[in-house]
Antibody, heavy 119, light 107 residues
Framework: QVQLQQGGAGLLKPSETLSLTCVVN????????WTWIRQSPGVGLEWIGE???????IYNPSLKSRVTLSVDSSKNQFSVRLSSVTAADTAVYYC???????????????WGRGTTVTV | DIVMTQSPATLSLSPGEGATLSCRAS??????LAWYQQTPGQAPRLLIY???TRATGIPARFSGSGSGTEFTLTITRPQSEDFAVYYC?????????FGQGTKVEIK
């Protein structure tokens, strides 16, 4: 059974870079898309972006200038980096597997437990 | 971006009373809609995808319907563990967007 294990720093100062990882346990990166979502009381659930096993990415335009997603197949993990953070980036960050029956139409079927990030 | 609007914000139910949650998209999304359940301190859990297909392990008391811009999640005879927040999410276009959630609480 696939599980996603999240890691990374939870306390940042303004202007620092958020960096989180998500290890895929019990499965492979190949054949799926992988996403990051964040949740805050004021905004709710916000999709950050997604990446496939080859490294192709799609970002939310609202964050595109500051966010980078990457995959590391050797470690079976994927990561998010968000630069120049402010208090508005305080949220619970989730990683998730994106699944779909046809290309481009993916829903999130497996989620990590979440990492609380405070700026 | 596609705006997802959920109603009501809060639904108060007596145990065993059925629940109907609504989700509206600002433009047509065909049936590319998912429903998630979230309990306090937990990550969202996939309930429904394709507007009406239950995810693996989801009880039959959860059902979804709709297409285009109007969608419904029905919970027949909710159990105690079903009192939670429910979100809809469209995956017809990028960026993926979520509704603001409906909290289902015990009356």
């Amino acid at each position: 059974q696939v599980q996603l294990q999240q890691g990374g720093a939870g306390l940042l100062k303004p202007s620092e870079t958020l960096s989180l990882t998500c290890v895929v346990n019990g499965g492979s990166l190949s054949g799926y898309h992988w996403t990051w979502i964040r949740q805050s009381p004021g905004v709710g659930l916000e999709w950050i972006g997604e990446i496939d096993h080859s490294g192709s990415t799609i970002y939310n335009p609202s964050l595109k200038s500051r966010v980078t997603l990457s995959v590391d197949s050797s470690k079976n993990q994927f990561s998010v980096r968000l630069s120049s953070v402010t208090a508005a980036d305080t949220a619970v960050y989730y990683c998730a597997r994106a699944l779909g029956l046809s290309w481009g139409y993916y829903y999130m079927d497996i989620w990590g437990r979440g990492t609380t990030v405070t700026v | 971006d596609i705006v997802m609007t959920q109603s009501p914000a809060t639904l108060s139910l007596s145990p065993g009373e059925g629940a109907t949650l609504s989700c509206r998209a600002s433009q047509s999304i065909s049936t590319n809609l998912a429903w998630y359940q979230q309990t306090p301190g937990q990550a969202p859990r996939l309930l429904i995808y394709g507007a009406s297909t239950r995810a693996t392990g989801i009880p039959a008391r959860f059902s979804g319907s709709g297409s285009g811009t109007e969608f419904t999640l029905t919970i027949t005879r909710p159990q105690s563990e079903d009192f939670a927040v429910y979100y809809c999410q469209q995956y017809n276009r990028w960026p993926r967007t979520f509704g603001q959630g409906t909290k289902v609480e015990i009356k």
